[in-house]
């Protein structure tokens, strides 16, 4: 068994810490992996905003594929790789959306220009033109000229609720260390070791 604590979160937290004093950019860069009611999977990276036992935070596009594919099926996997610690984070677990509330605070904290940038992204629809973007843009610039600029109805964050937590750390000649995180009925995080 190696350096890991009982609590999972607490462990998340030390390699995250580590990530970011050694990760050269977006340590909080993770996969989404989604799938259809069907079964078809598909796999993005997004930026992880917050994170405690309530869950693992990001935002985007409610009308994006994701979304789609979460109202369909609100489970999905999260994956973290940091190179400069050669160390692995898989999470799962069900999806719900953050409230309002606190959707709104954090759209509050972005750059102006990120801001613009939900507005103007109708994001993972066909676009047939830069210069269409580019021109969406403009448009919201001056629509919210000297004005706060509201979070849109259509832009919003997700938290995965983790009930399962592997952390794998690289060894030499493969024979990495897996530690299994599960959450039992009792809602106790229960652990085991894997074979690499
Ligand atoms: C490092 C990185 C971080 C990203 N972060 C986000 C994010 O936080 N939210 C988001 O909607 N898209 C983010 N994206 C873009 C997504 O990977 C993806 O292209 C977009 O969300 C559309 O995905 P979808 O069509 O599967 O919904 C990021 C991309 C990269 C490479």
Request: proline share 5%; net charge neutral.
């Amino acid at each position: 068994m190696s350096d890991l604590t009982i609590d999972p979160i607490v462990q998340f937290g030390d390699w995250f810490k580590d990530a970011k004093s050694k990760e050269t950019k977006n340590p909080e860069a993770m996969t989404l992996a989604t799938s259809t009611s069907d079964g078809r999977p598909s796999a993005r990276m997004v930026l992880l905003k917050e994170f405690s036992a309530d869950g693992f935070i990001f935002y985007t596009n409610l009308n994006s594929n994701k979304a789609l594919e979460l109202s369909e099926n609100p489970q999905a996997a999260l994956c973290f790789y940091w190179r400069s610690t050669s160390r692995q984070v898989r999470i799962e677990g069900p999806v719900i959306r953050v409230s309002e509330e606190r959707a709104d605070t954090y759209f509050a904290s972005r750059s102006r220009g990120s801001k613009i940038g939900a507005w103007a992204s109708d994001q993972s629809r066909t676009l047939v033109n830069r210069n269409l973007l580019d021109q969406r843009v403009k448009d919201y610039e001056s629509k919210f000229l000297g004005e706060e600029i509201p979070r849109p109805t259509f832009w919003s964050g997700y938290q995965l609720k983790p009930n399962l937590i592997e952390f794998w750390t690289e060894r030499d000649n493969r024979i990495h260390e897996r530690q299994l995180f599960k959450l039992d009925e009792s809602s106790v995080w229960q652990v085991s070791s894997l074979y690499p």
